[in-house]
């Protein structure tokens, strides 16, 4: 009995993913995320938030090697941010997210009587 040969399909990529730099910024209210993405359209963003992760994906025009090109990047959030009030826009190639702080993660000033 002759021992058969395995063969293994290497999967041709479809896209080519890559990580869109990113511009953080705290602020007394929450906090700025600044994304690089050119080429994505608004439609094309898909922006999910929970069980303490932030994740960002954005379908590029731009190509990359002949494939088209995907931004994708992903963050860790701690529960001091209102995951239901994050709000995202898309201006010129970049998206830029604002997460609010949670109203207990607010510092709030003691009045002394």
């Keep these: ?3 058969k040969e395995k063969t293994e399909k290497h999967a041709t990529p479809e ?3 890559l990580r869109p730099p990113a511009d ?3 602020t007394p209210s929450g906090v700025e995320i ?18 303490g992760m ?3 994906e954005g379908k590029s025009t731009l190509q990359r090697r002949g494939l088209p090109v995907v931004f994708k990047r992903s963050f860790y959030i ?8 994050i709000s995202a826009c898309a ?6 997210l604002s997460l609010p702080k949670a109203e207990h ?9």
């Design 34 to 51: 600044a994304f690089e993405m050119p080429g994505v359209k608004t439609s094309d963003i898909q922006i999910e938030a929970g069980n």
């Design 15 to 17: 896209y080519v993913t």
């Design 1 to 3: 009995m002759k021992d």
């Design 91 to 96: 201006k010129d190639g970049v998206l830029t």
């Design 105 to 113: 993660a607010i510092p709030r000033k003691i009045t002394v009587s």
């Design 54 to 56: 932030l994740k960002i």
């Design 24 to 26: 953080v910024e705290d």
């Design 78 to 85: 701690s529960d001091a941010v209102d995951i239901g009030k």
